[in-house]
């Protein structure tokens, strides 16, 4: 999603930027940000900062609905609102796909032993297999692994409960 055109409205070298578009302008600007990289702040995905996809798509309804109100950006609101019917079906294909890799290993202590792993899950299991599913789209191997990863830590449950999204 392309939303360069907003860079006019946060050039503070223009005296005619109004606070309120400003301010509107930034926030499109790191939720678009938040998509295309999993939910997460830090650029990259990472489940201990990323935000759920159902998080993202409430907060967008509530920004469409602000945005209708004061005729602000509602195109660029629902164009990020667009995103989220893709990136909740990469967020679930991550965490089937975790469902079928613990139940093989199951079935496999070797296995299993990889798969407990975090760094292993995440780089053997979790990134190849978001690459190979979402080939050319970024932000949906980003909640590709997030969902993938999401999965794991419910399942291995390693006192994560303050570090798993709410």
Known sequence: MNM??????????????????????????????????????????????????????????????????????????CSLRQAVPPIKIAWMIGQAHF????????????EMEYVSQIDFAADCYAYPAAINTYPHDGALQAWYINGYMFAWYKYFSISTDDKIPH
Do not use: Y
Not at 99 to 110: C, G, K, V, Y
């Open 4 to 77: 360069d055109h907003l860079d006019q409205f946060i050039d503070l070298r223009r005296s005619d930027i109004e606070p309120e578009v400003f301010t509107a302008a930034i926030a499109i600007q790191h939720v678009s940000k938040l998509i295309s990289s999993g939910g997460s702040s830090i650029g990259r995905p990472d489940l201990e900062s990323a935000l759920l996809p159902q998080q993202i798509e409430v907060f967008l309804v509530r920004a469409i609905s602000t945005a209708q109100k004061t005729k602000c950006f509602e195109h660029e609101w």
């Open 99 to 110: 469902q079928e890799n613990l139940a093989r290993a199951m079935d496999n202590p070797e």
